[in-house]
């Protein structure tokens, strides 16, 4: 463990709960650091996370959650027009976060794979745990 000088610390305390004294636990922080990934992969990461930081997005994915659906559904559902469900929805498929099939003139959208299922599953478990 490394030491600090407190009036540094002091310095850059912030108003979250911070420790007493500001002591580096070398061992610890090398061993996270070595299995850091990199820059890109991180960008990636924030990325998928900005699209979900959208409220229409969510819906649109709350939706095709359960089944898959064509824009018509996706709008009435929603109560919006086929327009900004198609922008939205564009966003969602360069993110990778659903696909598209055609079937006739009609264009079917369904969750990309598992992993955004995972994903939207974890966020409304957590989402319902903070209200109770």
Same mark, same amino acid.
């Given at each position: 463990?490394?030491?600090? @000088? ?5 310095? @850059? ?5 911070? /420790? *007493?004294?500001? /002591? ?13 990934? =990199?820059?890109?992969?991180? =960008?990636?990461?924030? =990325?998928?996370?900005?699209?979900? %930081? #959208? ?14 659906? /064509? ?7 929603? #109560?919006? @027009? ?20 055609? #079937? ?8 990309? #794979? ?8 974890? %966020?409304? *478990? ?7």
């Amino acid at each position: 463990m490394k030491e600090i @000088n407190q009036e540094v610390f002091d310095e @850059n305390r912030t108003e979250a709960e911070c /420790c *007493e004294t500001f /002591c580096v636990h070398e061992e610890t922080v090398d061993k996270v650091k070595s299995h850091m990934p =990199d820059d890109e992969l991180l =960008d990636g990461i924030a =990325d998928t996370f900005k699209v979900f %930081g #959208d409220k229409t997005r969510i819906k649109i994915l709350y939706v095709l959650h359960s089944s898959e659906l /064509c824009v018509c559904d996706i709008a009435q559902l929603l #109560d919006m @027009n086929q327009s900004a469900i198609s922008h939205q929805l564009r966003v969602l498929k360069q993110a990778k976060l659903v696909k598209s099939r055609r #079937d006739g003139k009609s264009i079917f959208y369904s969750l990309d #794979d598992s992993h955004v299922r995972t994903i939207l599953s974890m %966020g409304m *478990e957590h989402a319902m745990e903070q209200e109770v």
